[in-house]
């Protein structure tokens, strides 16, 4: 098994916090796999039982990118149709659907921003069945939630979630499959192969240096990979302050294609499978246009890009990809925010619970 070397965390080096919280993610995605995955299947099978005709999904920041892979999911595994709630309708508007055989999913860290325990409290009042899928089982929002699934991650002390962020994948992936009867077996690959990635952070160091002076970053990707690129977006932008501006490729034919040039580096999310295909015409555009490509993805992709790290895919089922994929974009982060003279662990102006309302 690969090992991983971090930090002293009794050192002063800036981002020792971050580094550790990401060297842990393969012991967290294994401790899911063996201990909470029986609880997550029974919740899944007590809420199929319930036959839900529809699902809300409801976060903030890292959470809401793990909601929205939640989404894919639910929709491209189950048909079962997604969307993502809109919390000031409830908490500042006082609008109150009709709820009824409704699914409400809320993903927090904390499970104690105030919106978030407020809309789903709201929700359950309203008749939805009401699931909160948290690092917290003390937490308020997990309180006031019918059902609740713990994602095991342990502490997490620096502001940009890392841990969290994948456990949240993994614990959403296997309530998902839990709800269609199947066994999650597609994600007992995931600890290894991320102790692996983890194991490579000399070449996103490498990666890193092309990103020191940037101005700004484009990420993209389609289908399973479009969460991977709103959350590297998110981590570069809290950490080393870079706009980052995360588009769905079909997006990005939409008129912000126009912004890619030669210098502006660009960052693809490939997943190996239907999304993946669907952005290949995405990415001939950008090669057209001489853009810095940057390929996260397959092999055969990277050696078709300016660079870029290759990610195992073979014998990999492409919606638990997802996992592995925002490993090394977080070593990214980490890295270039080191580069820059700047501590990730504790970025301006941000709070580890974030209290909106």
């Known amino acids: 098994m690969s090992t991983v070397t971090t930090p002293d965390p009794h050192s002063e080096l800036p981002g020792r916090i971050m580094a550790r919280e990401m060297a842990e993610q393969p012991e967290v995605l294994r401790r899911i796999l063996d201990e909470g995955a029986p609880a997550i299947r029974k919740v899944a099978q007590e809420i199929a039982a319930r036959a839900p005709r529809f699902v809300l999904l409801t976060a903030r920041g890292t959470s809401d990118n793990a909601a929205l892979y939640a989404k894919y999911l639910l929709e491209v595994r189950l048909g079962l149709p997604c969307g993502l709630t809109s919390m000031s309708t409830t908490t500042a508007y006082g609008a109150r659907p009709d709820l009824t055989d409704v699914l409400v999913v809320t993903v ?41 699934i713990d994602i095991m991650a342990g502490p997490e002390k620096a502001l940009p979630a890392t841990k969290t962020y994948t456990a949240s994948l993994l614990a959403l992936y296997l309530f998902v499959e839990g709800l269609r009867g199947g066994d999650g077996g597609p994600a007992h690959v995931l600890p290894e192969l991320a102790a692996g990635l983890l194991a490579r952070q000399d070449e996103v160091r490498a ?151």
């Open 108 to 148: 927090s860290q904390s499970g104690g921003s105030p919106d978030l325990v407020a809309s789903t409290r709201a929700a359950r009042e309203a008749g939805a069945v009401t699931l909160a899928v948290t690092n917290n089982p003390d937490s308020p929002l997990a309180a006031v939630s019918e059902y609740h």
């Open 207 to 357: 990666l890193a240096a092309r990103y020191r002076f940037a101005e700004r970053m484009v990420i993209t990707s389609r289908g399973y990979g479009y969460p991977t690129a709103k959350e590297a977006a998110l981590k570069l932008m809290e950490t080393s302050y870079i706009p980052a501006l995360a588009y769905s490729g079909a997006d990005l034919l939409h008129g912000p294609l126009a912004m890619v040039d030669n210098v502006s580096p660009v960052i693809a999310v490939v997943t190996d499978g239907k999304g993946g295909e669907a952005l290949q015409p995405v990415l001939d555009r950008l090669r057209g246009r001489g853009a810095d490509l940057v390929v996260i993805g397959p092999r055969g992709q990277v050696e078709r890009a300016s660079a870029g790290f290759v990610l195992p895919t073979e014998n990999v089922a492409e919606e638990v990809q997802p996992v592995l994929e925002i490993i090394p974009l977080q070593l990214l982060a980490y890295e270039v925010t080191i580069a820059r003279g700047q501590d990730p662990d504790a970025p301006r102006a941000l709070a580890k619970v974030t209290e909106t309302h």
